[in-house]
């Protein structure tokens, strides 16, 4: 039996798989080059503070897009059925405050950890990111939610400001 993409985006789950790689991948490139693309201003002394702002803005993200679902009974797991189409909250500003929150914490890491294979990791964790789940949860969004959905794609970019 074959399933369409209105009964579920995806099979497998993968935004959470695709950060959590790509940031063991970050690590272990500075485990192998550990001095390329060094930030020279920021040390483990002074990358602390700005990382723990930046990851923590990722993580409020997240728990905050998190909380706003569960208060809406909405399904959260990225390969299950969309039960409501949540625009409130973070969902306000960015159609998925999840992944972008996945993406800053990804950021702060890197500052967290003077380790620059993470900023290189969060905008290509992003793109794949969109390509093999944001398209496709798109497309399930559409195809359940009409043009109750298209008002909102409309009105709220998909990560923030004009993109």
């Known amino acids: 039996m074959t ?5 579920r985006p995806n099979d497998v789950p993968w935004p959470p798989i695709v950060y959590i790689v ?3 991948i970050a690590y272990g490139l500075s485990q192998f080059f550990p001095g390329f693309l060094a930030i020279a201003a920021i040390s483990n002394e002074n990358g602390l503070i700005p990382g723990l702002l930046v990851s923590g803005l990722g993580l409020g993200l997240i728990a905050w897009a998190i909380l706003t679902m569960v208060r809406h009974k909405a399904n959260i797991a990225p390969n299950r059925a969309a039960t409501h189409l949540v625009r409130d909250g973070p969902f306000r500003w960015s159609r998925n405050p999840i992944y972008l929150g996945d993406t800053i914490l990804l950021a702060g890491l890197g500052f967290m950890f003077d380790n620059s294979w993470f900023f290189i990791a969060a905008p290509f964790a992003a793109i794949v990111v969109h390509n093999l789940a944001i398209l496709r949860e798109e497309s399930h969004l559409a195809s359940l939610f009409g043009s ?3 008002a909102y794609r409309q009105a709220t970019p998909r ?4 993109i």
Do not use: N, Q
């Open 148 to 150: 109750e959905w298209e």
């Open 159 to 162: 990560w923030v400001g004009p």
């Open 3 to 7: 399933r369409s993409i209105k009964d």
């Open 22 to 24: 790509a940031g063991l």
